[in-house]
Structure formats: C-alpha cells, structure tokens
C-alpha cells in the first residue's frame, strides 16, 4: 500500500469558513490610520478644504491672528466683578488677589477682543460691496477662541461669511460659534492648516498675541521677505503699545540679522479705522486692479 494511503481524508468539516469582500482601500480605517496612509491623510487635508472652497466661492481671505486667551469687554468684567467681591470687609488672600489682579489685566487686554470685532466688521461690509462673482478677503482665524472668535463674529455681524481653520489638539479647542458652519474646518497636521492661512489670505492682521501668533507673524514675513509667493502680502500689526515692548526688528537690522528695508514688510496700526483704510487701500491697489483668471479659490503661485 503507497504511504499516501495513509493520510487522513480532508471532509468538509476541516474547510476554512468562507471569506468576506475585504474592506475597500479607502474604506480601511485601519489603514487610513496607520503611518503607510500618512500620504493620504495630508492629500485629504488639501483636497477637502479645496473643493469646500470652490463649493462655496471663495475666492481669496485676509487672515487675523491674536491671542486665545482674551475675553470680549462685557466678560472681562463680569470676571472681574465676581473676584473683586463689593462690600467684603476681609481682604482676599494672597491668590486670590493674583486672580483679581489678572482679571484685571484682562479688561485692559479685551479692548483689543472689541478692535477685532470691529476691523473684522469693517472689512467684511466694504468687501460685500465689491462687484465680484466671488466672495473676496474673506475674514479667517484659527477657529477657537480669543481674537479669533472677535473677528469671526465682526465678520458675521456685517452678513458675510467668515472662516475658521481649527486645529485638532490633545486638549479639546473647540470651534468658536461665530464660524460659517459651512467653512469650518478641522485639521490634524499644522503644516498643512499653515498652508490654508498663508496661500489663499492677501492681508494678515496681527493682533497681540503668544508663541503662537508670533510664529505666524514670522513665518508670513519671512515669506514676504524670500518673496516665495508671487503675489503682494499686507501685514498689519495691530497694537503699538504691546508689540513695540514684545520685539525690536530695528536692533535686527541695526545688527545686520535683516535689511533696514525688511522693517517696512508690515505696518503698524492703532485702531480699526486706521487698520481697514489700511487694508482697503492695499488690497484695491495690489488685488483689485485686474478681474480674476480663474473662477476658482485663488491660491497663491511660487516663484521657481
């Protein structure tokens, strides 16, 4: 008898179960997520918010930057109100008056939560009224709150639409609530929420601010400066009074670190009405003096 004789017949009971359809490419999660789907995650964070911009005709924005960590007036002093306790006769201990005295830093710093609201209101009403097919300098900010939710909600006082580019951070910022719904958006890598503010905005307003806004501020001058972007940039910085005891660019050019000429990059700016006519002049000079060449979301083009 040949040995294969021996072997023990295969029944039906010994069959693999059947397979199902194995998930669609795009569909596999598990994939999406994991390092190899990395490619995927980054095209999707520039095709989505590209075909919403189309979606939704816009056409270019002018992008406000500032501190998270300011209140509107009416909030700062209703903190205030309730740390400062009218008619206790005992004095506060000694943290509590740390707070009292933060909380009154923060009225002082909510004029600048109101300036927003109003230069964000300003541009949006004159923008309204220019003859486009398209919407123009739309408002956009980070998404959260601060200097961002002021401009959002100046923009959507005057009935234009306004944007929020938010980013997913391991604590919770959530959406401001001033945001279009239809142009909020959420974005997992900073870089390509970074390529959002800087190619598609004409003007940037820098309000006082932290780490975070002065990378911004110095990541939009030095685009400025290489002249990577074809295309003119206003920076308006608003508020002497902080940025002048915050940096020192004319020691940088004094130094030789940058070209006395690099100072005239941006413009300082003390009010809303000195910022808009600012920004009104420039924008009509450098971005309305020809129509658009394409019926798309103008994203700006590198210089080779």
């Known amino acids: 008898m040949k040995s294969s004789d021996n072997k023990p017949k295969q029944t039906l009971a010994d069959d693999p179960p059947p397979l199902y359809p194995a998930p669609l490419a795009y569909e596999n999660k598990q994939f999406l997520s994991s390092p190899d789907g990395r490619i995927l995650r980054i095209l999707s964070e520039y095709a989505e918010p590209l075909a919403r911009f189309r979606r939704e005709q816009i056409q270019d924005t002018v992008v406000f930057f500032g501190s998270a960590r300011f209140h509107s007036l009416k909030e700062a002093r209703d903190r205030l109100l309730l740390l400062e306790k009218p008619g206790s006769k005992t004095p506060a201990p000694p943290a509590e008056q740390e707070k009292v005295k933060r909380a009154r830093a923060a009225v002082d710093m909510a004029r600048y939560y109101e300036d927003a609201r109003r230069l964000a209101y300003l541009l949006t009403q004159w923008s309204l009224e220019i003859p486009a097919k398209r919407h123009r300098f739309v408002v956009t900010t980070g998404g959260g709150p601060g200097i961002m939710e002021a401009a959002n ?123 808009f006519e600012f920004l009104r002049e420039g924008l009509t000079r450098y971005h309305l003096g020809s129509p658009p060449r394409e019926s798309a979301p103008e994203i700006a083009k590198t210089r080779p």
């Open 153 to 275: 909600l100046g923009a959507r006082e005057a009935g234009g639409k306004t944007i929020g580019l938010n980013i997913h951070l391991p604590y919770e910022q959530m959406p401001n609530r001033y945001i279009s719904p239809e142009l909020n958006f959420e974005f997992h890598y900073f870089f390509m929420r970074k390529y959002w503010f800087a190619y598609l905005s004409k003007a940037l307003v820098i309000f006082p601010g932290g780490f975070g806004t002065m990378d911004e501020l110095f990541e939009i001058l030095t685009l400025a400066q290489t002249e990577k972007l074809a295309k003119k940039i206003l920076v308006a910085i608003y508020g002497r009074d902080y940025w002048n005891r915050i940096m020192n660019l004319e020691a940088m050019a004094e130094a030789g670190t940058i070209s006395p000429a690099d100072v005239n990059l941006f413009r300082m700016v003390d009010s809303p009405e000195e910022g």
